[in-house]
């Protein structure tokens, strides 16, 4: 498999992206988080999907010098229309205007709709940290989760993020799909021909599958907490569908007009509540707690959330991304297509 | 087993807290709340609370006529001291405040701490709900879950709350735990005698176990998502920790110093972001989708969160509320120590 530094990758994806009509500040973002998934070990969200954006730009879905316009605003709140451009550039502009609210009021609710792919909530919910903030962000997508008790797939895999920031731990950063699992988990399994374990989908008739084909032939992703208390997960969805897919106007999952994200953030000023230092200590004693606890059986550690990619980050910054073959060759065939000079921005330091 | 009526059970109890110090209208208040659980099916959050808060009273540990304080406050933001009178009594105003807040401000933030039992979180959301807002609240507790991964229980089950109104269908009204389940479920299969289902608990080897006595010997319950995606519940008990224990000065699950309910409370004005009615009828439409969704074998319908709860509210509205004779005793043995008057309250119509 091929290696690169994430500095080249942004710049292959940021040429392909001006290439294809972006403005360059936006695909410099764009590549920017499409490699900080690289890094995190998510590659299902990383260079992998240059080769889709660049198809949704030439097909009209993404249209990468949108207007972001806020149609809706008050001191506290405000609705923005992506109006299809990059998903991360309406995304990220969504969470400032949050963090701007929140600074002056405390708190914010900001929702963004017409947005294409909007990529991983952590990416958002950090800009709020960095803010030294909580962020708090849900999205909404197309359908691919049963009700609890259902075989048909009406809901979208609604994922959640909270960060929290501490004083010397890191920071508290959480990114998970309502339910069971993302569809890219059931993705990977299907490219790489693995089976799943029992318990993440079902077939079309309902039944517990292991086959990752199923969920692509009229199966569905299960809501979290399964077949024994699947009802939870499926109550969480649906909220994240009222604050991401209808109060933001961007539509439910289970309506044929949906594509891409609608997204709810928010994002809460520390000092409104609490010393901030006090807070961020306090942060670091719950940590420590949970993390010294004594071990199941099977277990070697406890994980925090977002331990694991950090990690992931910390070891790919060194050693590099490997981008699988065929990716690469992909990306490849349409850099050559487009002519983007590879080699060039490969070389640069 | 005893039958009454609903009214019956809520003078009962307010008679009696009157007779243990409380102030009349915090009485009926929590005796509303209580019963309130009871109509809808969950009896360990009803009237067999009763013998504990006025043991609570009695200790101290409950003070019926606290001063509710708030403590610091922003246009959007608060946080209120319930100086550990009835946690009903507490959180109700923090929501209160928040509705408050919310209706001139769009979002609205509000903590509290120093609150003994709160009760059921749906009881606060819905205050929002009929306000014509969404209403969203957290509450951490002391500790009964177990990190993922570990055997110690560090983490409360940490409930969460989201409602939305609807046009035609009921409101939508999510309340669960974020751990597999809540410790009434286990404590009710310990009064039975019955086994519980593997998944929900390990016992204090971190093994799992159907025997709910191995929680009250050093077990713990799961987070959400079990064995197969317990990082999951991790998490959200986590970010719900961090919001109703840290912001609110609460304090933690894991310490020592915990008791009681911190909470975290927002209320978000519809009308900020979207035309309320069309809100409603969009809610409409997701309930009414994922209702008509095609069926597991072994499901006979989807139920939509409260809706079960509707359902036995009904029901008990009209045919009464059974009470458990070993309840209803340690009712009728606390009243007579009290000098409560059980046969004119329950003779008033």
Redesign the interface.
């Known amino acids: 498999m091929p290696v690169f530094r994430a500095d080249q990758l942004a710049r292959i994806a940021t040429g392909i992206f001006v290439a294809a009509g972006s403005p360059r500040e936006r695909a410099e973002l764009v590549s920017e988080f499409l490699v900080r998934a690289n890094l995190a070990g998510q590659d299902s969200h990383g260079v992998i999907r240059i080769v889709q954006y660049v198809k949704a730009i030439e097909h009209g879905d993404i249209k990468p010098g949108a207007k972001i316009e806020v149609v809706?605003e008050?001191?506290?709140?405000a609705?923005v229309n992506g109006n299809w451009g990059f998903g991360q550039v309406g995304a990220k502009r969504a969470m400032e205007i949050a963090v701007e609210k929140a600074r002056e009021?405390?708190?914010?609710?900001v929702?963004a709709c017409n947005l294409y792919h909007v990529g991983r909530l952590a990416d958002y919910t950090q800009i709020a940290l960095e803010n030294g903030m909580?962020g708090i962000a849900m999205a909404n997508s197309t359908k691919r989760v049963?009700?609890?008790?259902?075989?048909?797939s009406?809901?979208s895999t609604a994922p959640?993020s909270?960060a929290?920031p501490a004083f010397e731990e890191k920071p508290?950063i959480?990114d998970?799909?309502?339910s069971?699992?993302a569809e890219g988990k059931v993705r990977v399994m299907l490219h790489k021909g693995e089976k799943l374990?029992y318990?993440?989908i079902?077939d079309s008739?309902?039944?517990p599958s292991d086959n990752p084909e199923d969920l692509y032939r009229g199966g569905a992703i299960l809501p979290?907490?399964?077949d024994?208390?699947g009802?939870?997960?499926?109550?969480?969805a649906?909220?994240v569908?009222?604050?991401s897919?209808?109060?933001?106007?961007d539509g439910?999952a289970?309506?044929a007009r949906k594509k891409g994200n609608g997204v709810f953030f928010?994002a809460?000023?520390?000092e409104?509540?609490?010393p901030v230092d006090g807070?961020k200590r306090?942060?670091d004693?719950?940590i420590r707690?949970?993390?010294s606890?004594?071990?199941?059986?099977g277990?070697e550690?406890?994980?925090?959330?977002g331990e694991l990619e950090f990690r992931t980050e910390q070891k790919r910054l060194k050693e590099g991304i490997h981008v699988p073959e065929k990716t690469w060759e992909e990306i490849r065939n349409l850099a050559d297509r487009m002519n983007v000079d590879m080699v060039s921005l490969l070389e640069h330091d």
Not at 231 to 236: E, I, M, Q, S, V
Not at 301 to 305: D, Q, R
């Open positions: 809706r008050t001191p506290t709140s609705l009021h405390s708190v914010s609710a929702c909580i049963a009700p609890h008790g259902g075989r048909e009406l809901l959640v909270f929290f508290f959480l998970i799909a309502t069971v699992c374990s318990g993440y079902i008739e309902g039944n979290l907490g399964g024994l208390v009802y939870k997960g499926f109550g969480l649906l909220a569908e009222a604050l897919g209808i109060l933001s106007g439910c289970y309506e928010q809460i000023n520390l409104s509540f609490t807070f306090q942060m004693g719950l707690a949970v993390k606890s004594k071990l199941r059986p277990f550690e406890i994980l925090m959330p």
